[in-house]
């Protein structure tokens, strides 16, 4: 049997996150926020009007989207049958105005596009890839399901991920971690690895077993850097719009201006340093066409600006403060560059002759490029955006 049929034995036979009505009311805790998505992935775009789950489980990150985007056609496949049952089982009994269409589908068939659709503004890809033995024809399948301008979301596994080290562990101890045998033995040991991880999240011995033959006893793991994720998604031509650590980790090289050394680094580079240096144990990376990122500038609307000029001084300190990362920053600005932030803002795309008003030395570029990492800022290449 290979990998990737004995994934699909597991999730059929535990489908993931599990089998309970309830599932259509859950509020989408892992799933990064709409706005965020909206904002980095959708510059200057309205609400997706199409989206793509691809890998949907039971259709929990389905559903979330459903009450999201209440007005977009939804469309989640899975390469599971029972699981792509269950979620049709409680959509029906949750009576959703305007249904998720729910179908099997192989994320690594070539032929993908045919059988799902085209044109999808935003496909979102939560907690499927790391469990792929071939992501990288995933990427490639998924590819053409999206428009030109379109998004995809990633979340997976980091270099950190708790499975890298807790499966050799268990095996270390005696343990059959492939065969989610004997349920007490691996609960206990669990327990016993929860007491030394004295962190805020759940327990992993409490988790539900759906959760462990997924994350744990899974078949396959690609528990990768960033780097790694990244040049799998650049042999399908996609480049790193941002991703939801970036801002606190720029943030957290800001003090004493320790991030300089990592200036003029693009965001998919200068996010993939980074984690290099700190592995996350997930990923949340927004993906887009690297040929749809381009020079010029929006203002994703993320942060709110709070200018606090005294009349005649020549520097203006600005703050900008967003409750989506719950990050707060000071700058201090030329009077010059706070009326092009004034009219950035105001615009949401830097008008023609923009970069000249803001100013374009290295100062002036730096600022950018951190808002940029703090996504602040976006970079896009259609009219209307400076060149
Ligand atoms: C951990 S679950 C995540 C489900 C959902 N995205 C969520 O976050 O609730 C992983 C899902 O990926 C599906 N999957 C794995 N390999 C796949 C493939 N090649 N094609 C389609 N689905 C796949 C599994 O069947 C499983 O339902």
């Known amino acids: 049997?290979?990998?990737?049929?004995?994934?699909?034995?597991?999730?059929?036979?535990?489908?993931?996150?599990?089998?309970?009505?309830?599932?259509?009311?859950?509020?989408?805790?892992?799933?990064?926020?709409?706005?965020?998505?909206?904002?980095?992935?959708?510059?200057?775009?309205?609400?997706?009007?199409?989206?793509?789950?691809?890998?949907?489980?039971?259709?929990?990150?389905?559903?979330?989207?459903?009450?999201?985007?209440?007005?977009?056609?939804?469309?989640?496949?899975?390469?599971?049958?029972?699981?792509?049952?269950?979620?049709?089982?409680?959509?029906?009994?949750?009576?959703?105005?305007?249904?998720?269409?729910?179908?099997?589908?192989?994320?690594?068939?070539?032929?993908?596009?045919?059988?799902?659709?085209?044109?999808?503004?935003?496909?979102?890809?939560?907690?499927?890839?790391?469990?792929?033995?071939?992501?990288?024809?995933?990427?490639?399948?998924?590819?053409?399901?999206?428009?030109?301008?379109?998004?995809?979301?990633?979340?997976?596994?980091?270099?950190?991920?708790?499975?890298?080290?807790?499966?050799?562990?268990?095996?270390?101890?005696?343990?059959?971690?492939?065969?989610?045998?004997?349920?007490?033995?691996?609960?206990?040991?669990?327990?016993?690895?929860?007491?030394?991880?004295?962190?805020?999240?759940?327990?992993?011995?409490?988790?539900?077993?759906?959760?462990?033959?997924?994350?744990?006893?899974g078949p396959h793991f690609n528990n990768w850097e960033l780097a790694r994720w990244r040049s799998e998604a650049a042999r399908s031509g996609w480049e790193i719009a941002g991703t939801w650590l970036l801002p606190l980790a720029i943030r957290l090289t800001m003090d004493g201006a320790r991030h300089r050394p990592l200036f003029p680094r693009g965001i998919g580079e200068l996010a993939s340093v980074l984690d290099q240096a700190r592995p996350a144990g997930f990923h949340r990376i927004l993906l887009r066409k690297a040929s749809a990122i381009g020079d010029g500038i929006r203002w994703t609307g993320l942060y709110t600006p709070r200018f606090r000029e005294a009349a005649g001084t020549a520097s203006v300190p600005v703050v900008l403060d967003s409750a989506v990362f719950n990050l707060g920053q000071d700058w201090m600005l030329t009077r010059r560059q706070a009326n092009a932030l004034r009219e950035l803002v105001a615009a949401g795309a830097a008008p023609k002759g923009w970069a000249g008003r803001w100013g374009t030395g290295e100062a002036a570029r730096r600022i950018l490029w951190q808002w940029e990492a703090f996504g602040a800022v976006t970079r896009d290449g259609r009219d209307g955006a400076a060149k």
């Open 1 to 217: 049997m290979t990998p990737a049929e004995k994934t699909l034995r597991s999730y059929d036979r535990l489908p993931y996150p599990g089998i309970e009505p309830t599932l259509a009311e859950g509020k989408g805790g892992s799933l990064p926020s709409q706005r965020w998505i909206q904002a980095v992935g959708l510059p200057g775009q309205g609400k997706p009007a199409r989206v793509l789950v691809a890998g949907c489980g039971t259709g929990a990150e389905a559903f979330v989207l459903r009450r999201r985007l209440p007005k977009a056609e939804i469309v989640a496949v899975d390469f599971s049958p029972r699981s792509i049952e269950v979620a049709r089982r409680i959509q029906r009994g949750a009576k959703i105005a305007r249904p998720v269409v729910f179908d099997v589908a192989d994320l690594t068939d070539p032929d993908l596009a045919a059988k799902v659709g085209k044109d999808f503004d935003l496909v979102t890809c939560h907690g499927v890839l790391s469990y792929i033995p071939d992501p990288g024809q995933a990427l490639k399948s998924l590819a053409p399901c999206l428009r030109p301008q379109g998004a995809l979301y990633l979340g997976v596994n980091g270099g950190s991920h708790p499975a890298t080290r807790l499966r050799p562990w268990l095996d270390t101890l005696g343990l059959d971690v492939d065969a989610m045998q004997d349920e007490r033995r691996l609960r206990e040991l669990l327990g016993v690895w929860d007491a030394l991880y004295d962190d805020d999240l759940r327990g992993l011995s409490s988790m539900s077993p759906s959760y462990l033959a997924s994350d744990v006893c």
